[in-house]
């Protein structure tokens, strides 16, 4: 007979009390975080006797709570995308079963009085209890809090709560997403005093606005006989009793007004902050207090380098302001609730959220969702009860705005029973889920990294009908959100205006959110102490999914990364463009004017400050725009250009005064054309080489050997670049592999012709594959510019029939080491590529070699800066090269070449090797979002194609000028 342990049941705790809504009481509460006695062991059948009250556990270690126990030397951090780390035989798991054992002593404080709820506020995977010997219950649903009445089992003096907590359940089935496999308690245990008469045990909160009328009504349920106290709209009811107020201030992500309430039993008081606001599907479209929404939102993980998911109200706060400083207006909780705290911040600073069910069975998918739980009536009882926990927990926040049945679980019953559930007892909020695409059981139609053109086709209600008309009319009259798009994994994600074109162009079309929030690379050290981040696979897994857990907006240590600057950009709530001899300022804000923003200006000529000022911007009202003039702008010498920049004009509760909101970029004054140097003086030939002006070359291949003073290797044709996430595509459009298998990662090289003319010297190269008929013929024309100066006029023409874009195409210098600092006048700070780059804008701006690197978590093509002017690599004294040309280029500087790039697996394998390596590109390809999604679009490609590259190079000698 099979006896299934109590990790393996089908139900929950019949122990465990009611769901409740999330409350701040004034009842008494003992925290009983920080260090417990800890013991780890590789099975979860071991003797419950450390249980007991009069246990010895001297042996064991301390370990903080909250925390995950791989985190502090006990067992090890696993990664996997959708596959299940054990055999797929719902709801059993191996018997190799990753165990801790917990001690905690505690007294509770003089006075305590009343029944006693211990509530533990999130155990992965499944938790037994006992208290001082006596077993209270279980744990189920990782990211769920769970209490019990302990009331009986305390005792005056020393109480022991002893917790036996196990890796793998019946609910890791259902808690496959996409993320570190990491164990322990890792949110609060809490014992929380609860009065005998007037326990306010649950209370619940509808605050509807009336955008007709301005009205709002209050309407507040308490789970005992309770007075509803509003002090500074009047109210002083009892619970139960709805009120109607003639005028109160909505709640909305821009102006989160809140109201501080009390609902008081004479026993206990709660506190609430009270948003009114009303959610409501209007002809086809998700509005909240009368208008449309559009989400310009993320997908979050919760996580820390360090703590993994056991997170601190710092994390929390960090979060919600970088969001908030990025134009990030809506939060998806991928793929779980989030601590409470969180949401609080959500009301409190303003940010849409989608709640998630803490359920996905993704792995299922590999075995064409056969046994899911989501579609098996046995687990109808926990999926449903994950949902109950979920929305009684989160019921009062004015932020959430959407419930979310779960990610990527298939489709089936038990999906259907928690929507039936939901709806019953909490009608306010529209339903969300993705993978079932006939949304028979939601109201909001969802996708994931659709390519652009088949968002356009949901936005013009074009796109593919379903079998069943019903569910098909169904669907098209529901609104559509994009619940992950834009994978943001390593350098990207690129494409990012096209997809908010579309939002903005179609009404149905309410945003999406960005996959995802942040890398969840854990912090480790090299055998030397040198630190990086480690992925899938660092920690000897042996199923796992490497660096696929990297993925983010932010880095593992929340510095913002190029993706997430691009992505500001799109999402600016202020549109500034060119109108005449003005500017049109256009209002993308959903309720809110622009009183609270500055509009400053800037005008710079070759990258240098003209002049700048404050432009006069009347009141412009949401959604509206108006035509604001320029002032009398003085002339202007070079390449002119005017920033005109929405920036704070007061401190806001999440950023200072200043912050950029918004900014657009004008040209003025085009550049004068560039008139090359006149020719200086015939080629020499000597037993040295061949010298073309400050130029030495060799005289059998022709490449050039010392510029002035200056020790030089190359150029040599550039088509590799070290393959992006995105190129690599684990989970789309994969070029990596076919450049590979077209040899353009080591390709040869053979110098056809060295040609001396009066004044050129001609270098004849072909460049190609090895096996195959395909080539590129760089033809490199030299000529001497005066002393200092060289020109190089670099023609690229593609032999045979080239079927795939090139990585990149460019030239290759090796110059000295001691050459550190690039200055460059184009576009920056940040690196850019055909389809990313949107946060630069032109200008002149210096960076050290090591400071143009994006320390991507997995090593990877980055660092390029476009649309170059000019730019000098110098030392410290001002000596080295300029590069310029009569058209923008490409610049990449770097102390290491693409190959040790493309080798390396961490940032902490990478070397310099004794050279400063400049690249100067004539085009990349783009970068797109193929790591899961689509590919590079049309635009964005680099096909082989005849080019042509012309540069200046200048020797600058110590104190020259850019």
Known sequence: MTVSAWYEALSPCPAARPARAWCDSDAETLSLDGLWRFRFADRADGPTDFAAAEFDDAAWTDLPVPAHWQLHGHGAPAYTNTRYPFPLDPPRVPDENPTGDYRRVFELPTGWAGRTVLRLGGVDSAARIWLNGTEVGWTTGSRLVTEFDVTDLLRPGANV?????????????????????????????????????????????????????????????????????????????????????????????????????????????????????????????????????????????????????????????????????????????????????????????????????????????LADWRGNPADDARWEDLCVDRMRRMVQRDKNHPSIVLWSLGNESGSGRNLAAMARWTRAHDPSRPLLYERDWTCRDVDVYSRMYLPVADVEAIGQGAEPPLADAALDARRRAMPFIHAEYAHAMGNGPGNLREYQDLYEKYPRLQGGFVWEWIDHGLRATTADGQEFYAYGGDFGEIEHDGNFVADGLLFPDRTPSPGLLDLKKVFEPVRITADGDGVRIANLHGVRDLAHLEFRWLLEADGQEVARGVLSVPDVAAGASVRVALPVLPETGGEAFLTVRAVLAADEPWAKAGQEVAWSQLPVATAPQMV???????????????????????????????????????????????????????????????????????????????????????????????????????????????????????????????????????????????????????????????????????????????????????????????????????????????????????????????????????????????????????????????????????????????????????????????
């Open 161 to 365: 709560l002893a917790v036996r907590v196990v890796q793998w359940s019946a609910g890791s089935y259902l808690e496959d997403q996409d993320m570190w496999w990491l164990s322990g308690i890792f949110r609060g245990v809490d014992l929380v005093a609860r009065p005998v008469e007037g326990a306010l045990d649950d209370v619940t909160v509808r605050a509807d606005y009336d955008h007709r009328t301005g009205a709002g009504t209050l309407l507040v349920t308490a789970s005992t006989p309770a007075r509803v106290r509003v002090p500074e709209l009047g109210v002083d009811v009892a619970a139960g009793e709805n009120v109607r107020l003639a005028h109160v201030e909505p709640w909305s992500a821009e102006r989160p007004r809140l109201y501080d309430a009390t609902v008081s039993s004479g026993a206990e008081t709660v506190r609430l902050r009270v948003g009114f606001r009303t959610v409501a599907m209007v002809d086809g479209l998700l509005t909240v207090n009368g208008q449309p929404l559009l989400f310009n939102g993320v997908n979050r993980h919760e996580f820390h380098p360090d703590r993994g998911r056991a997170l601190t109200e710092e994390d929390m706060l960090a979060d919600v302001l970088l969001m908030k400083q990025h134009n990030v207006n809506a939060v998806r909780t991928s793929h779980y609730p989030p601590h409470p705290r969180f949401l609080e911040l959500c009301d409190e600073y303003g940010l849409w959220v989608v709640d998630e069910c803490d359920l996905e069975t993704h792995g299922f998918w």
């Open 676 to 962: 090359a140097a006149r020719r200086s003086g015939p080629i020499s030939r000597s037993t040295d080489g061949i010298q073309v002006g400050p130029g030495r070359f060799d005289p059998r291949d022709g490449r050039l050997r010392h510029l002035g003073g200056l020790a030089v290797a190359g150029p040599t044709l550039q088509v590799w670049r070290a393959p992006t996430d995105n190129d690599r595509a684990p989970h789309g459009e994969a070029l990596e592999p076919v450049w590979r298998a077209l040899g353009l990662d080591h390709l040869r090289r053979r110098v056809d012709a060295v040609e001396v003319a009066d004044d050129t010297l001609v270098v004849r190269t072909r460049v190609a594959p090895v096996g195959r008929d395909l080539a590129l013929l760089a033809t490199y024309t030299w000529t001497a510019r005066g002393d200092d100066r060289l020109g190089l006029s670099v023609a690229v023409e593609p032999v045979g029939p080239w079927t795939v874009p090139l990585p990149m195409l460019g030239v290759l210098f090796g110059l000295p080491d001691t050459l550190t600092g690039v200055e460059w006048f184009g576009s920056g700070p940040g690196e850019s590529y055909p389809d990313t780059g949107l946060a630069n804008r032109v200008g002149r701006f210096y960076r050290t070699v090591p400071e143009l690197q994006t320390p991507y978590v997995f090593p990877q093509e980055n660092g390029r800066r476009a649309a170059v002017r000019w730019a000098t690599v110098t030392d410290g004294q001002g000596a080295g090269v300029r590069v310029s040309g009569p058209a923008p280029f490409g610049l990449t500087v770097r102390p290491w070449r693409a190959e040790a790039l493309d080798q390396a697996a961490h940032p902490t394998d990478l070397r310099p090797d004794g050279h400063t390596w400049l690249t100067v590109d004539a085009g990349h390809q783009g970068i797109g979002s193929a790591s899961c999604g689509p590919g590079v679009l049309p635009a964005y490609l680099l096909p082989a194609a005849p080019t042509r590259l012309d540069l200046e190079l200048r020797v600058l000698g110590q104190g020259d000028a850019g």
